[in-house]
């Protein structure tokens, strides 16, 4: 079934650890979005890409940084985590002018 | 840039009565306005969306109004049921540009 999917879905580590959380949709759409948000509040846009070997930063500053290498896939990486970090970051994707669809969310904690 | 403001941020209502959630954008090129519903714990789902050669649209007890004369939408839901309870977010999207979601409105439907 077309989806888009992303893992872990909960994931509690420890200060200074780097991390990586995945994103795949299989609905061939262009464009792949992360957001931060936490639960019930605000939709805060991170990263952004139109296409393979496109990546652009959202407006909500961030110390994560993402890759596009295939249509597919597009990866968060944060380098050294921090307690700030602390919130859910949901992967999206569209294609063209339409629809966004949501993944289901990673939950991230750091102690 | 566009900038999507909505209200009001909470909506508390009695079952079978209806709710409005109202959103208003600053860009004219805007030409897309998708509503989510994001339930406790869940990814945002469109629930209805409407493009700009539409002024209204409806499906069963949800229905869009677009005034692109004034750039405001707003969000109709009528016989109001306790599931209709999650935060709803608005978004604007212009063709090469990225969407831009409102801050979310919380309806609580009280039995």
Redesign the interface.
Same mark, same amino acid.
């Given at each position: 079934e077309a989806d888009i999917y992303q893992t872990p879905r909960y994931l509690v580590i420890g200060t200074g650890k780097k991390i990586t959380l995945e994103c795949s949709q299989t609905m061939g759409h262009d464009k792949m979005y992360w957001y931060q948000q936490d639960p019930g509040m605000e939709l805060h846009l991170i990263h952004y890409s139109y296409g393979v070997n496109s990546t652009e930063k959202g407006d909500l500053s961030s110390e994560s940084t993402v890759s596009r290498i295939r249509t597919e896939h597009f990866p968060l990486t944060l380098e050294s985590a921090r307690p700030s970090h602390t919130s859910q970051y949901l992967c999206a994707s569209s294609e063209g002018p339409n629809t966004q669809y949501f993944g289901p969310g990673t939950r991230l904690t750091v102690l | 840039g566009e900038n999507v403001e909505q209200h009001p941020s909470t909506l508390s209502v009695q079952e079978g009565d209806s709710a409005v959630i109202k959103c208003t954008y600053s860009d004219s090129a805007s030409? @897309?306005f998708?509503w @989510?519903k %994001?339930e &406790? /714990?869940? $990814?945002? %789902? &469109?629930i209805i969306?409407i493009r700009s050669n539409v002024g209204e649209k409806k499906d069963q007890r949800i229905a869009v109004t677009l005034n692109k004369t004034a750039k405001h939408f707003s969000l109709h839901i009528t016989e109001t049921q306790p599931e209709d309870s999650a935060?709803y *977010?608005c978004?604007a999207?212009n @063709?090469g540009q990225? *969407?831009v *979601?409102g801050? /979310?409105t $919380?309806l609580s439907v009280l039995p």
């Open positions: - | 030409n @897309y998708p @989510y %994001q &406790l /714990g869940k $990814r945002p %789902q &469109l969306d935060v *977010f978004a999207h @063709y990225n *969407f *979601f801050p /979310g $919380r």
